[in-house]
């Protein structure tokens, strides 16, 4: 156990905060060991993957439990791969994994950050591909009754961005994710930037390295630049809203949803407000890509960054009527803020 460990290198928007212990756990009963002793000194828990989906607003007063939990088993029968796979895993090595061994299905999820066990929480998404398509199943840990749950894909309540995992993470720690990958093989090429490429003799391999292409054309390297991807999510509205907004706005991109609702474009709302590039001290919207609220020099507090979102986020109500929120989870010293107490 390492006591006051600088995070900075735990988190993808490099922010420098503090937490009181950063533990490992390399299996479940480590895991387990590790939460009940905080739990018995009321210290709170924060289980992470790679903090890439997270924005520390202050020093967290906790422990940091790292979940390392590894292993990939794979079975097979005529029809399918199925794969049985350690929440410590990290995604994108999981995908060259399964791409180098000739099983396809994972292509278009390339390149994302974090692990696995972070994977369901909030259905990643990219290309026209949800994780939600090919997840069988997720065990947790129900950390209160030291039990151990399996969520079939049914009872995840998936939605864009969204499952049943993202309200309940103080009771459940992910250990490891389903996945069920169909032998016949169909490229998801419905994604803008991918329909000019041929279904017919592409290859998995080359939409994984098409993938690659895209994102290191649009997306900075959390290496070089502190970032946790798209800070918003798209906003989902209904009909009414889109037509009245089609009216002004003829050229918005949008996107039918199954449920009748339309999903808008948060990057292009956001451009529209003129505020492509703009910057608030050492936080910034990247140039390239309105989504993404980037740490520049890597010395932005988490409360800039968050005063950025902030006058994003009233920017675009303003003009659009609109109210985004945020994909990124918020922490603070004691744990997840709720994103209603600073977006309102
Ligand atoms: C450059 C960049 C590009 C990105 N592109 C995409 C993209 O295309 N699509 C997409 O969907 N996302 C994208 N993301 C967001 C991010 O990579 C994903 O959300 C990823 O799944 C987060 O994984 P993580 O391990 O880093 O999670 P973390 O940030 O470590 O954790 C996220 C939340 O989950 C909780 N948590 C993590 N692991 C567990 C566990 N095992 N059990 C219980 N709770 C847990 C944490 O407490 C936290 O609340 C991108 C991020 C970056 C930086």
Redesign the pocket.
Same mark, same amino acid.
């Given at each position: 156990m390492k006591h006051y460990v600088h995070l900075k290198s735990l988190?993808?928007f490099s922010i420098d905060v503090f937490a009181k212990h950063v533990v490992t756990a390399h299996n479940e009963c480590a895991l387990l060991r590790f939460w009940k002793k905080a739990y018995n000194k009321r210290t709170p828990v924060?289980?992470?993957? /790679? /903090?890439?989906?997270?924005l520390f607003l202050e020093n967290y007063i906790g422990t940091i439990l790292l979940?390392r939990i590894k292993g990939i088993f794979i079975t097979e029968n005529k029809m399918a791969w199925r794969l049985h796979v350690g929440?410590?895993e990290k995604?994108h090595e999981l995908v060259t994994y399964t791409i180098n061994k000739n099983i396809p299905g994972l292509e278009n999820?390339a390149?994302?950050?974090?692990?696995v066990?972070?994977?369901p929480?909030?259905?990643?998404?990219?290309?026209g591909v949800e994780l939600s398509q090919i997840c069988e199943y997720v065990d947790?840990i129900d950390l209160y009754n030291e039990k151990k749950i399996r969520f079939f894909r049914a009872e995840c309540n998936f939605q864009y961005?969204d499952s049943i995992?993202k309200n309940c993470?103080k009771k459940?720690?992910?250990?490891s994710v389903g996945l069920k990958l169909n032998k016949k093989w169909k490229p998801v090429l419905s994604y803008h930037e991918l329909t000019h490429l041929n279904k017919d003799s592409i290859t998995p391999r080359q939409v994984f390295n098409f993938i690659n292409i895209i994102?290191q054309k649009k997306?900075?390297?959390?290496i070089l630049v502190g970032?946790?991807?798209?800070f918003f999510k798209n906003p989902i509205v209904d009909t009414n809203i889109a037509r009245y907004l089609f009216q002004i706005y003829p050229n918005m991109p949008y996107y039918s949803q199954k449920n009748g609702k339309i999903k808008l474009s948060a990057g292009w709302l956001i451009e529209r407000c003129q505020l492509k590039g703009y910057m608030f001290g050492e936080a910034a919207i990247h140039p390239k890509q309105s989504l993404?609220l980037i740490n520049r020099r890597k010395i932005a507090t988490g409360t800039e960054i968050a005063a950025l979102a902030l006058f994003i986020y009233n920017q675009v109500a303003d003009k659009f009527n609109i109210y985004l929120q945020p994909?990124?989870?918020l922490?603070g010293n004691y744990g997840?803020i709720n994103p209603k107490k600073l977006f309102t």
């Open positions: 988190n993808t924060l289980i992470l993957g /790679g /903090g890439s989906n997270i979940n929440a410590g995604w999820l390149y994302i950050p974090g692990y066990g972070a994977a929480i909030q259905n990643i998404g990219a290309y947790v961005r995992f993470l459940y720690a992910i250990v994102r997306l900075p390297d959390p970032n946790a991807g798209s993404v994909e990124v989870r922490i997840e």
